[in-house]
T-cell receptor, first 113, second 116 residues
């Protein structure tokens, strides 16, 4: 079975600081995709960043970057220079063998002024 | 230019009623999904269609019936609504089996269903 685990239900960070959200996963696939989605209070699901498992280089998107450790099956998200607008639920997800996303339970991030 | 659109966005209805949520995508994707997000914000796949063919059918009560008239549309019909059906339902779409770009799944804005 494919699973995704986010062990931090809630986190907080001061504005302009850096925060790292943890995610571990399990899959028997050799080629797969990992994602981080952001869900603000509006409930819209917004893609933050994605990583192809066959790429060793960690993905980056502006202030967002990942630390992808394939052997450890770890996929953490780092947010640099945190902004108030980063306050949201963050979901780690694995693209399943049937094409669907398997989500972790989410981490609620609060950015404090 | 909405990529994945769902209607209605908000729906309040009484127990026992039948309701439908419609979804359309204009991204040229071949696969569409329905996800349910419960009160604890846990997101779980319900159904998936690829080229109008059902490929994922999770353990969902048979009161829920998806219908895909074509690749761009996937509707969700719910019979005899129960209190526990209250949730946010997300439609999504993607290309299946394509390269890296095609493996991103795009979501609609969600349909908030409240059963009273």
């Amino acid at each position: 079975a494919q699973t995704v685990t986010q062990s931090q239900p809630e986190m907080s960070v001061q504005e302009a600081e850096t925060v790292t959200l943890s995610c571990t996963y399990d899959t028997s696939e050799s080629n797969y995709y990992l994602f981080w989605y952001k869900q603000p209070p509006s409930r819209q699901m917004i893609l933050v960043i994605r990583q192809e498992a066959y790429k060793q280089q960690n993905a980056t998107e502006n202030r967002f970057s990942v630390n992808f450790q394939k052997a450890a099956k770890s996929f953490s998200l780092k947010i640099s220079d945190s902004q108030l607008g980063d306050t949201a639920m963050y979901f780690c997800a694995l693209r399943g063998s049937q094409g669907n996303l398997i989500f972790g339970k989410g981490t609620k991030l609060s950015v404090k002024p | 230019d909405t990529a994945v659109s769902q209607t209605p966005k908000y729906l309040v209805t009484q127990m026992g009623n039948d309701k439908s949520i419609k979804c359309e995508q204009n991204l040229g994707h071949d696969t569409m999904y329905w996800y349910k997000q419960d009160s604890k914000k846990f997101l779980k796949i319900m159904f998936s269609y690829n080229n109008k063919e059902l490929i994922i059918n999770e353990t969902v009560p048979n009161r829920f019936s998806p219908k895909s008239p074509d690749k761009a549309h996937l509707n969700l019909h719910i019979n005899s609504l129960e209190l526990g059906d209250s949730a946010v339902y997300f439609c999504a779409s993607s290309l299946l089996g394509q390269g890296a770009r095609g493996n991103t799944i795009y979501f609609g804005e969600g349909s908030w269903l409240t059963v009273v």
